[in-house]
């Protein structure tokens, strides 16, 4: 089977945007989702699992 992808580091600016989102807000709409995924320039799927990990 194929390997495992590497665990994202998320720079300080990333975790810090993505916290204040996540008080605001416990979940994303996928509109919502993708448009904060651009701004970290991260992939959609990041931002959701990092949700969902939070939650």
């Not at 989102?21 to 991260?42: G, T």
């Amino acid at each position: 089977k194929k390997p495992r992808k590497a665990r994202t580091a998320f720079t300080d600016h990333q975790l810090n945007t993505l916290e204040q989102s996540f008080e605001r807000q416990k979940y994303l709409s996928v509109q919502d989702r993708m448009e904060l995924a651009a701004k970290l320039n991260l992939t959609d799927t990041q931002v959701k699992t990092w949700y969902q990990n939070r939650r």
